[in-house]
Structures are given as C-alpha cells and as structure tokens.
C-alpha cells in the first residue's frame, strides 16, 4: 500500500521531488507503512504459517491482512507476532497464529457457510473466519472477553458474538456448516454434534492438558458421524460451569 503512496506524492522540479520522495519513502519503510506491524505479520505468515506447510491461499491472505496487535491487550502487542499464544486475561489466550491458520485450513469454511465458535477471546478466530465465510456465531463465556472482543469486531457485519455458556451452543441459529471450538471439552458435547449440519464439519481440541487431540468430525449426508485426530495440540480447558 505504501509503495503506491511513495510513487504519487511529491510535486515541484524532477530532483527536489525525487529527495522528497526518498524522505517520504524512508519513513514509511521503516514504520512499515501506514500499519507498525506489517512485516510482522508477512513475517509471521512466512515463518511461521507457509513454512510449516498451510497452502490455502485464502487462510494465508488473511492471516496477512488482519491486524492481530490489535486483538490483544496494549501492554503485550509486542508479542502479538510471535510463534505462542499469548494472554489476554480472564485465564484466555490467543491462539498461537500457526495453530488458527491450521485450525482455519482444517476447518474448510466458504462464503456459503454459517460457522459456529465456541470461545470468542480476543475476536481474533472470528475476524478471520468473518473474511471467509457467510456468516460467524461465537459464544464466550467470560462477560467481559465477550463484551471486548465485541466492540472489536464491530466493523465485521456477520460476525455476531453473544456471552454465554458454549457447551450448549446456539440452538437458534442452528444447523452450522461449521463448528470450531477454541476451548478443550473432555468431549465432544452432544449439543454442539446435533447443531451440526449434515455435511457438515466440527473441530475442536479434545481431552486434558497436556495431551490434547485436535479432532475433525465429518457428519454425511445420511447424519453418520466420522471423526479423526489429527495433531496433538494445548488449550485452555472448556469450563462448564
Ligand atoms: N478463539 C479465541 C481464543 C480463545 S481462548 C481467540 O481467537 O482469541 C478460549 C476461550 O474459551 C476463552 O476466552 C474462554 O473464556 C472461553 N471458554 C471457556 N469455556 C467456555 C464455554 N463453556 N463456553 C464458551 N466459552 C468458553
């Protein structure tokens, strides 16, 4: 964005504007352009994201546009970029941003989807899955990670974020297309299966610390379920109050 910025400023005689351009240009590259975090988060994509071997070309432009500094608490947006997750109070973190690529990429959601999130936190799931897909339901339990991650994702129309407790899901609003739990359940809850379409998928971290499985289930055409496990994964627990 900054390079189309830097090759139209500028006017008056050739070299007097070339030198302004260049001043121009060399603050906007080392801010990064207009955003702080940019190269963080090309950075984060390549390192962390690519390297690791997501290929989705959606997930990976996403993941590259949306700006995760801001989905965290100001004393640790420094962090935001790194390869963890990261706390943002209330006992909550932000998924490490390798495990929301792969839990995205899994997930398989398109612009015909309505998808359900178990565990708002941050927004941050939401935000991504809002680019990709119809519409986004998430459910948090903490009054208060509700009520920010609210305000946050405020520019994102089909995003609709509501307190309250997960393991009961969003009857609602349902069937889902999509499910995602970003919370660890010891198991998949009966209501969160039943809300989910036929033809549908739902993933979720399974089991205690720390020996977590990601599951997929795939739910067919005729309602049978099939599910599989695919990498051994760390969340916080799903509480069930
Ligand atoms: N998806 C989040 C990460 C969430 S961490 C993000 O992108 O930031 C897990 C979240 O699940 C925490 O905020 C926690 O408060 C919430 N949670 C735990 N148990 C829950 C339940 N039973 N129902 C809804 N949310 C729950």
Known sequence: MYTRFCAKSGSGPPGI???ALLAVCSVAAAQGGADPYLRARERMVAEQIEA???????????????????????????????????PIGYGATISQ?????????????????????????????AAILAQLTAEVYSIEIVPELAQSAAQRLRGHANVTVRHGNGYLGWPEKAPFDRIILTAA???????LLAQLARGGRLIAPVGKAPAQDLVV????????????SVEKVLFVPMKNP
């Not at 359940?185 to 209501?191: D, Q």
């Open 17 to 19: 504007r070339s030198l």
């Open 185 to 191: 359940p010891p198991e998949i809850p009966e209501a």
């Open 97 to 125: 941003p390798y495990i929301v690529a792969r839990m995205t990429e899994l997930l398989g959601a398109g612009k015909q989807h309505r998808v359900l999130e178990i565990g708002t936190g941050s927004g941050y799931q």
């Open 217 to 228: 289930i795939d739910k067919d055409r005729d309602g049978t379920v099939h599910r599989r």
């Open 52 to 86: 690791r071997g997501i290929r989705n070309p959606e997930v990976l432009r996403v993941m590259r546009s949306t700006p995760r500094h801001r989905f965290v608490p100001a004393h640790v947006q420094a962090l935001a970029y790194g390869d963890h997750p990261v």
